[in-house]
């Protein structure tokens, strides 16, 4: 039974070490949330010139009107000269420049970086380069490097809390025009359009989603730059190292971005027609023959109306954020992801009264403890049942040992175990069942742990300042594989001498994995080791008189 229970343990942990570190790298299609790959240094931020306009903003949310059309403008050259306008709300700071009328800068107030600095959600390029967010790319080379590369006329205007900037430029032939409406929220409203109106293009988000920085880039469970996109209520996940050069997607779209484990970027259509997804292949930093490659997601005008409008969001894949926004899908916490939303829910609970997620995982953990109490109290007595029938069990092994190769003679042995079973009141599953049930719950800790936006950063005491990294000492990890001895060693087991210093290996293979995992998920299994083992002490020492025994 013990050996069943061993390979069964040890199958799941394997598979689930396989599930984060094997399988995503030679089958993406099977993971959507997953494409393990270090990423290098890119290139750095170009610096953005002074702010004009713009101001804070009152605190209160304010729901963001969609922009009205534009109207053809008069064709004329532009006399504009390099302006940056900044967007300053309670949670984020946006900039726009009127060179190519883009998004340079989008930083999260709230959400820091190792070194500090704030996340910035468009992602350091060449400074050479002239496709940042809301770039409009077309089949016409020069009409991109007109509508990319020229200096646009601006035009602000804040009433309240929003904040609308509009740009405008002409060569006297096409005219293009851009407006954004800016409130206090993450997602905004934008409208672009060109004219003749038969010009096709689309506007593109990206490359990628922010720069990593170097403790996330070495992160094997850091995952960034993602394409996703719905349609009819169903998400697809495009991994950025297996896209193609170029995909389209018919309509209707509800919405097509780039993200990583704990950010999203999207474009949310209100008039366009289909959208795409563009790969390319940028040389990493120092080398000329490896590349990364990076997607851009894009929203095409619709056939005939040189238009494209709808909102944005750019923000923290924050679970009540995306929820209010229609972007739920998006927050991908696994197999076990119904799961992970009930233990982040406990969790962002608990962390009210805490002021700590290392403190909450280890009050949950005791409250969850409490809950399994009588199924693992079930699952001692049964062993201990077990210990105590051992050497009738013996007897008819030893009676059938001769008869290892005849189906008919172990048939019979069996039926022999199970009456035994069945005499003595053993459920063989029953020493199994907490540990089926642990493990979802441990594999829903996996995933939400790596996906949490509330947990990325968040400190526990003393070495350990982001819990959904790694322990950089790995001290965690080695607590965790010595009270797993521990646990083996009072444990009452069923086992011969061989079997039993196979169960002493399973501690140094569950330390060996854990190792790399985030220290929020060790802190979980230490805490649950711990625990048992007390439950084992004050059994083995206060119950000696339990009918088991």
Known sequence: ??????????????????????????????????????????????????????????????????????APITPKKTTASLRVTTVDAPDFVARFSNRGAQLVSFQLKHYKMADGSAVDLV????????????????????????????????????????????????????????????????????????????????????PGIRTLAPDEKDNQFIVTGNAVVQRDDSLKTVPREKAPLFQTFDPPIDYIGIEDNYFLTVLKPEKAGSASIKAEDFPLLGSEQKKRRDLYAGLNSAPGLGMVSGTSFFGPKKAELLDHYGLEKTLQFGVFGIIARFLLTALVWINKTTRNYGFAIIVLTILLKVVLYPLQHKSIVSMKKMQRVQPKMNVIRDRYKKAKTDSEQRQKMNMEMMKLYQTEGISPMSGCLPMVLQLPILWGFYGLLGKAIELRGAPFIWWIHDLSLKDPYYITPILMTITMFVQQLITPNTADATQRRMFLMMPLIFGWIFKEFPSGLVLYWLVQNILTIIQQTIMNKYWKDHPAD
Do not use: C
Request: aromatic share 10%; glycine share 6%; proline share 10%.
């Open 1 to 70: 039974m013990e050996k069943r229970l061993f390979m069964a343990v040890l199958i799941s942990i394997a598979f689930l070490w396989a599930w984060a570190a094997l399988v995503p790298r030679f089958f993406p299609e099977l993971v959507k949330q997953k494409a393990v790959v270090k990423a290098a240094a890119p290139a750095s931020r170009p610096s953005v010139p002074a702010a004009v306009a713009g101001g804070q903003r009152p605190a209160a949310e304010t729901r963001v009107p969609a922009p009205a059309p534009v």
């Open 123 to 206: 992602k350091g390029r060449d400074p050479t380069r002239t496709d940042y967010p809301f770039a409009i790319i077309g089949a016409d080379p020069a009409f991109n490097s007109f509508a990319n590369g020229s200096l646009y006329e601006v035009a602000d205007e804040v009433v309240g809390p929003i904040h609308t900037i509009t740009y405008t430029v002409s060569d006297g032939t096409v005219s293009i025009s851009k407006v954004f409406r800016m409130g206090n929220e993450p997602q905004f409203a934008f409208s672009v359009s060109a004219t003749p109106q038969g010009i096709p293009f689309r506007v593109v988000i990206g």
